[in-house]
């Protein structure tokens, strides 16, 4: 049982190119999310979907993009990558939103130069 | 404006005495609280809850403790042992968010 997978595990990109942030569940969750992790910050929300069909923007969802493709699968694209989106990405998923545990995936590392 | 804080960013603990981490919240809408442990080079893991209608749950070593009042959460872990050394995070919820700390690293010495 794998839980929550991303794709890729570590990715370097030049300011202002484009990547898409690729993460799948097998627990049939209805909800998943997307946090960044930096240095004395905590885990910030970008975006979550309470469920297949919704997205909704968390705390910081500025310089990104979602898709929730199908119950199984939440995406997150940089169009134009910045500095200030260097940053640890983690994906989760929950049963229910808000009032479920999250199972978080192992993140992506994200440098951009 | 944090509404979520772990003002100790580092505690070290001898092996089999009580482990003591603190969180603070301003939110008086929070009604669900957790705990999530973090490795490094891994994604946390949920530890431990508290409903805002208990005081107090239990999960083998770990117990958590809800003061409404104070807006105060606290993880006590007893004994405490070399493999819980990582970073703890609180996070409450209210609706469809969840709001992390900061986060405490909590090194057990053996």
């Known amino acids: 049982n794998a839980g929550v997978t991303q794709t890729p595990k570590f990715q370097v990109l030049k300011t202002g190119q484009s990547m898409t942030l690729q993460c799948a569940q097998d627990?049939?969750?209805?909800?998943m999310y997307w946090y960044r992790q930096d240095p004395g910050m905590g885990l910030r929300l970008i975006y979550y979907?309470?469920?297949?069909?919704?997205?909704d923007k968390g705390e910081v969802p500025n310089g990104y993009n979602v898709s929730r493709l199908n119950k199984r699968e939440f995406s997150l694209r940089l169009e134009s990558a910045a500095p200030s989106q260097t940053s640890v990405y983690f994906c989760?998923?929950?049963?229910?939103?808000?009032?479920?545990?999250?199972?978080f995936g192992n993140g992506t590392r994200l440098t951009v130069t | 404006d944090q509404q979520v804080k772990q003002n100790s960013p580092s505690l070290s603990v001898q092996e089999g005495r009580i482990s003591i981490l603190n969180c603070d919240y301003t939110n008086s809408m929070f009604d669900y609280f957790l705990w999530y442990k973090k490795y490094p080079a891994e994604g946390p893991t949920f530890l431990i809850s508290i409903s805002s209608i208990k005081d107090k749950n239990e999960d083998g070593r770990f117990t958590v403790f809800l003061n409404k009042s104070a807006k105060h959460l606290s993880l006590h872990i007893v004994p405490s042992q070399p493999g819980d050394s990582a970073v703890y995070f609180c996070?409450?919820?209210?609706?469809?968010?969840?709001?992390f700390g900061t986060g405490t690293s909590l090194t057990v010495i053996p």
């Open positions: 627990m049939n969750h209805n909800s």
């Open positions: 996070a409450p919820s209210t609706g469809n968010q969840f709001y």
């Open positions: 989760a998923s929950s049963e229910r939103t808000g009032i479920s545990p999250l199972h």
């Open positions: 979907s309470a469920s297949e069909g919704t997205t």
